[in-house]
């Protein structure tokens, strides 16, 4: 009997651990909404033998008035041809991190039929491209939005359980099909789990909403009930007609609605919708003026929209930073939280919280991370959030120490230590455990051999020194081997700077060779002039851009110098390089120039890349990060590039919340 007791504890216990690092699970999503206007980037359209579907240089037209929701839907104008055939191909945008999904029992859309009535067939696409059995769809009514719902489970050749095998939604001709022309729009294509949702009683509340020069910002109270799928915000004018301007999810309680004109007043209403996109009533409306903003207040407007990703989007048990949203919603990036802890200090400072506040939080990030998981004293790379074990994320090998994530986050940490220079109780339990994590940090290890010149980037408690990659410089690493010298308990010997980092035999020659595709500075020292600018130390022409960013942020460069250079200033010209590359733009990229340069690392439409000013790693995206980043090297550059991505592209931020 006791033991029954106990076996029946353990199982409880067990089973209540595995509900709470449960982790969020999306829906299936294959399209919602264009991030751009024009025409839908990842989808691809053919035609043959008389069979014609409109498209935008191959891909579907994007409609901007007509949607389910708001603001575009698909338009599949097309010609069928006895013989012929036409396929249109809405490939899934993979997301890092959006890798647990609801079952996908149902595949469902919403369809506007306009003229013609010979629908498509409907086919799904697995990963090598193969396509599952045709669907028909029964006939709808017309010139109004109809919910199509096909029951996966009648398909034999697809695995509702494995909704991720499935790349594509695949519409076409059907065979044996007469002349005609037919105009359809298609929205909010998605698998669910289960036909039908519960309705939403819960009432909205708009908490604010908040004027800047372009756009409103309103917000609402966090959303625990799992059958909103969805917050659709409404805007008007007059306070009287409200129409549909954007959809948000359930776990961000916020949006900003970019309005496109200052110095005007504007009202917002919100619904909840749930899985079917049955609507609950709507909010109250509230109002908030838009208005011009000087450059300081643009700034401003910049600095705590980043803070609040950190501030608002932190992980919940632990305080720290996710590796992206949307991603997975329990796990943590431990360098990306010591960015984060960086905000959160620059935040504390403005006032964009209260000093309790932040101490709160940082006294629940410093518990957090005294009981994490750590090897020799150094954080794996991802945590999940909840239990403070290690995530192989990046894959088996990867079940260890990450030595370089650990720096980006002690860096913050000693600025914390630093900042919360307080007298009382709280400030001292936040200064104390930050140097017991400093402390145990066996920087030393990371050395493998006794007399090795070099730092190595991970270690695994199986698999030992698996992965063996040497730190070697100049890249985003500097701050390592600057910790690890200073480290008050585990410090390598500071010779190491010139024998590791800046290791300049056979070694250190074929890494930088290799990695820059080039000779430029593979003995760490450059000395070539790029667009006119002299590059003292650098690989290739300087290398992305997050190079001159992630280690200064605890060092300032304007006091490291070295034999060679210093770092302010090579960091200056390598940010200076970046522009003039992206102004001479030799690839002739749309959109580059004097107000959207800085080439660096980023997710984008062709997943993860690390670009850089040379033809071969410059793929045509330039994120935000490259040129707004560089604002202490290129002020002028960096503020024009800032007012270019908020004035003119401001209207594209549904990219990042959908
Ligand atoms: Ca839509």
Known sequence: MFKLKNLLLTITLFFSLVSSAQEFEYNYSFFSNSAMTGDYFFSKTTGSDGSFIKNVNGKLP????????????????YRNAPGGKWQATLFRQEKRGMDHFTKAAFLTFWIRVTSGNDLPAVQLMRKDSS???AITISPVKAKTWQRVSIPMASMKDFDVNQPENCIAVVFSQKNNQENSENTIFIDDIVFLPKEKSEPVSVVPVILSATGFALHVDITWGKITDKNIQLVKIYRSEDGKLYKPVGIQQPYINRYADFAGISGKKFFYKISFLNSNFEETELSAGVSATTRQMTDDELLTMVQEASFRYYWEGAELTSGMAKENIPGRHNMIASGASGFGIMA?????????????????????????????????????????????????????????????ETSFLLQGLLAARQYFSGTNPQEKLI?????????KT?????????????????????????????????????????????????????????????NQDSTGIKYRSNWGQTEDG??????????????????????????????????????????YTNYFFNNQNIALINYRYCVQNPKKYKGYGEAAWGLTASDGPFDYSADEPVAWQDCGKIAPTGAISSFPYTPTESMRALKNYYFNYGKFHRLFVQ
Do not use: C
Not at 62 to 77: A, I, K, R
């Open 62 to 77: 994007v409609n901007d008035s007509v949607f389910h929701t708001p603001g575009n839907s698909l338009e599949l104008n």
């Open 131 to 133: 396509l599952t059995s």
């Open 344 to 404: 959160l200090i620059a935040g504390t400072e403005r006032k964009f919280i209260t000093r309790e506040e932040s101490v709160e939080r940082f006294t629940k990030i410093v518990n957090f991370l005294e009981k994490a998981e750590t090897f020799h004293g150094v954080f794996p790379h991802f945590m999940d959030g909840p239990s403070g074990k290690v995530e192989t994320f990046f894959g088996k090998r990867d079940n260890g120490a990450d030595l370089v």
């Open 431 to 439: 200064r104390d455990k930050i140097t017991a994590i400093w402390e």
């Open 442 to 502: 066996e920087w030393d290890w990371f050395r493998q051999f006794p007399d090795s010149k070099f730092l190595y980037w991970h270690w695994s408690p199986d698999q030992g020194w698996v992965i063996n990659h040497r730190l070697i410089g100049w890249n985003e690493t500097m701050v390592t081997y600057l910790l690890a010298i200073a480290s008050p308990t585990h410090a390598v010997p500071a010779a190491m700077y010139y024998s590791g980092w800046a």
């Open 522 to 563: 593979s003995h760490y020292t450059n000395g070539n002039t790029y667009f006119g600018i002299k590059l003292d130390v650098g690989v290739s022409n300087g290398g992305p851009l997050f190079f001159t960013h992630y280690s200064y942020m605890g060092y300032d460069p304007h006091f490291i110098t070295d034999k």
